[in-house]
């Protein structure tokens, strides 16, 4: 008797959870087109801006960087955070990006609405490790 007093809410909160929808089916999740790259500091760094995105379309540009997201300085930050918890969010929703751009004087602001992005990860070749082809390594 005493070990069902433990096991039944255990199998009762798992039961709600399981039959709970999640949050991703109750509510569609879009992020704004940036692929990124954190620095030591904890800002981000854009790699490469998908076509006609949000972030696109708001000239956002390759090596511009994200130093504040709305109200949140990205100084020491986790990536991850930052990714889950600030740039992705609702569909619809709108994001607030503070950057800087190399040789341009002056912080830019970008006010995003965010979209539904095709989740699946774009690689773009940028560095190669060991010898390019057709070169001899030494």
């Not at 569609?28 to 995105?53: R, Y």
């Not at 960087?65 to 109200?71: A, H, R």
């Not at 619809?92 to 002056?106: D, I, K, N």
Request: proline residues 8%; contains cysteine; hydrophobic residues 45%.
């Amino acid at each position: 008797m005493n070990r069902l007093c433990y096991i039944l809410p255990v199998v009762l909160l798992l039961c709600g959870f399981l039959a709970a929808p999640s949050l991703a089916e109750q509510e569609a999740f879009g992020g704004v087109g940036l692929q990124v790259v954190p620095t030591i500091t904890g800002e981000l760094v854009v790699l490469n801006v998908l076509e006609n995105a949000p972030a696109a379309q708001k000239g956002m540009q390759p090596g511009d960087l994200i130093f504040k997201v709305d109200d949140f300085m990205l100084k020491g930050s986790d990536f991850g955070k930052v990714i889950s918890e600030h740039l992705w969010g609702p569909v619809g929703s709108s994001v607030e990006l503070f950057y800087r751009r190399p040789g341009v004087a002056g912080v830019s602001r970008a006010v995003l609405q965010r979209s539904k992005i095709d989740p699946r990860l774009t690689v773009t070749p940028a560095v190669q490790s060991g010898p390019s082809p057709g070169k001899k390594g030494k």
